[in-house]
């Protein structure tokens, strides 16, 4: 039995209870908060919810803890923190700051002799283990990524702080022909533009300057202005009824030549269909943590990431059952 | 640089050349024939061709053996014999057969002190692995495997050991409804039947009793009688002008539930387009070749599969640049 903790509790971390609940061999023993822990409820019954100054009192009970936190200013402080007690895994996904972060945790890791993972989910995660295997067995040719159709929550939460705005939701989206050139073979260079547009549905205040508005979503750079993007105005029961969920999804492609004239043409596509980002991330996060504690029994320590992972150590199974099953 | 030899030499032997003349990192050593080694032309200039009983007095200058032979006869009792002189990497693909085949390298390997994979290609292979990944991620689901459109060597050979039978090419075609029904998450029970079906073309003898050929094909038992087999006859310059290749690919997919209350479906896609299948095989070969000489470098010895390769040994990229540019 693998002992599991979650520090930090939200949409992720109820992932991260469900995924627990599908693996018998994993099992949650404590959930750490730094919000009250009277006012947090969790989903699995008889597990503590417990102050997050109660952690470090905990390792001894703990193999694995899963660090659920924002990117952008949680997780750059705690993993590393945290890697001084316990054997961490994290989803950090700002793709630039990897390397830094990388380097905070593995030096923290190190020194404590703890092993840590670090970017575990789809993007980075899968879709970062995909394109690693189709470049290294396609080495001339093209890697394409397509995001969606789903929602960006980054992109929701811009929307929502322009003026006037009461709720934003905003869907990427792949462009059809662009995504079927790829998948041809045809490795077409592409801009942002031709790649993927961005739908917003949005709630307004009474008596906003809905044109004011569209104004400022479309032109914010980083965010808006590199796409063509279309903006509806819904209602509040609209928003609730039509876009309470989290989908999301896309492809990783490369299209790559082999023979010894190049002659041949071969593709492949790693796709995902998702009614849930954080419930998928969440179970990317359960099967990393299952091998992070079989890495560390054998002596790893260290920063790792799912590139370091020989596939059979995330499988429950056995090797006699791989080989009979699964090869 | 890594040194590679090939034994056996044939269409997967040509594709394994022209992998290595991919990979500045990997570099041909000599090419082992059983028939006269001045009858076989290869591709690579300046490489030695030298009969297969000088192969052991070369080990010093090899860190892979690349087996090359046929999962029937050949494998089985190739690899283990040379996992006495070599690390040695080959693609048998009799699925029902891998326990055994393992078990018989890998007590070569252990005594001789070498590390030995044996299934690699894609399927098995890459297709293996995803759904090692599928299924570890996603716990209570369905996995579906389809191949083609592709050629499948195997049903050719099975027609053109019929009489009258001249030229045989069968190619396997998923069904597209049962394709798109699992692609949107629904799960079906398939029949052998529903899932796909099978195309021969035949070139006949002249006067061959051509109704008598197709009842022949069509109820084959094993190969046809469970398949809707549609037969068409052509002729040798057809065959010639629109089968000489050996295109291929197929989807592994996964669908699974998440969510407390199994209120999510999350689906997995891996796919290939393959417009070569012995070319795509040898570029896995030579990626896990790299693999192999890394492992056996660190004190890996015996039989391991690609699911004992965490995916970062397949890479000619070091840690740096995976973390910058790939994750």
Request: glycine fraction near 8%.
């Given at each position: 039995?693998?002992?599991?903790?979650?520090f930090?509790?939200?949409?992720?971390?109820?992932?991260?209870?469900?995924?627990?609940?599908?693996?018998?061999?994993?099992?949650?023993?404590?959930?750490?908060?730094?919000?009250?822990?009277?006012?947090?409820?969790?989903?699995?019954?008889?597990?503590?919810?417990?102050?997050?100054?109660?952690?470090?009192?905990k390792?001894e009970?703990?193999?694995?803890?899963?660090?659920?936190?924002?990117?952008?200013?949680?997780?750059?402080?705690?993993?590393?923190?945290?890697?001084?007690?316990?054997?961490?895994?994290?989803?950090?996904?700002?793709?630039?700051?990897?390397?830094?972060?990388?380097?905070?945790?593995?030096?923290?890791?190190?020194?404590?002799?703890?092993?840590?993972?670090?970017?575990?989910?789809?993007?980075?995660?899968?879709?970062?283990?995909?394109?690693?295997?189709?470049?290294?067995?396609?080495?001339?040719?093209?890697?394409?990524?397509?995001?969606?159709?789903?929602?960006?929550?980054?992109?929701?939460?811009?929307?929502?702080?322009?003026?006037?705005v009461?709720?934003?939701?905003?869907?990427?989206?792949?462009?059809?022909?662009?995504?079927?050139?790829?998948?041809r073979?045809?490795?077409?260079?592409?801009?942002?533009?031709?790649?993927?547009?961005?739908?917003?549905?949005?709630?307004?205040?009474?008596?906003?300057?809905?044109?004011?508005?569209?104004?400022?979503?479309?032109?914010?750079?980083?965010?808006?202005?590199?796409?063509?993007?279309?903006?509806?105005?819904?209602?509040?029961?609209?928003?609730?009824?039509?876009?309470?969920?989290?989908?999301?999804?896309?492809?990783?492609?490369?299209?790559?030549?082999?023979?010894?004239?190049?002659?041949?043409?071969?593709?492949?596509?790693?796709?995902?269909?998702?009614?849930?980002?954080?419930?998928?991330?969440?179970?990317?996060?359960?099967?990393?943590?299952?091998?992070?504690?079989r890495?560390?029994?054998?002596?790893?320590?260290?920063?790792?990431?799912?590139?370091?992972?020989?596939?059979?150590?995330?499988?429950?199974?056995?090797?006699?059952a791989?080989?009979a099953?699964?090869?």
């Open positions: 039995m693998t002992r599991l903790a979650i930090g509790y939200g949409n992720l971390s109820r992932g991260v209870e469900c995924a627990i609940r599908q693996n018998p061999d994993l099992e949650l023993a404590a959930v750490f908060t730094r919000r009250d822990p009277a006012r947090v409820q969790i989903l699995t019954p008889g597990v503590p919810v417990l102050p997050a100054e109660a952690a470090a009192s390792k009970e703990i193999d694995v803890l899963i660090v659920c936190g924002g990117s952008a200013t949680d997780l750059p402080r705690l993993t590393p923190a945290l890697a001084r007690d316990f054997n961490v895994i994290d989803s950090f996904d700002t793709h630039a700051s990897i390397p830094a972060h990388f380097a905070a945790v593995d030096q923290a890791a190190r020194e404590s002799g703890h092993i840590a993972f670090i970017s575990v989910g789809w993007d980075p995660g899968l879709f970062s283990v995909n394109r690693l295997y189709a470049s290294a067995v396609l080495p001339e040719g093209s890697d394409y990524t397509f995001w969606g159709r789903g929602v960006s929550q980054g992109h929701s939460d811009a929307v929502r702080r322009i003026p006037g009461l709720d934003a939701r905003q869907y990427t989206i792949p462009v059809p022909e662009a995504l079927e050139r790829v998948r073979g045809e490795n077409p260079q592409l801009t942002t533009r031709e790649k993927h547009t961005r739908l917003c549905y949005v709630v307004a205040e009474d008596g906003a300057d809905k044109a004011a508005i569209e104004r400022a979503i479309v032109t914010m750079p980083n965010y808006f202005s590199d796409y063509d993007t279309t903006v509806e105005f819904i209602s509040q029961e609209e928003m609730a009824r039509d876009h309470a969920g989290l989908p999301h999804g896309g492809s990783v492609i490369r299209s790559g030549v082999t023979g010894w004239d190049k002659e041949c043409r071969e593709t492949i596509e790693y796709k995902l269909t998702l009614d849930s980002n954080p419930q998928f991330t969440a179970s990317v996060l359960a099967a990393c943590a299952r091998a992070a504690a890495m560390r029994a054998r002596g790893v320590t260290g920063c790792q990431t799912i590139f370091d992972i020989a596939p059979a150590d995330l499988s429950p199974l056995g090797r006699e791989l080989l099953h699964m090869l």
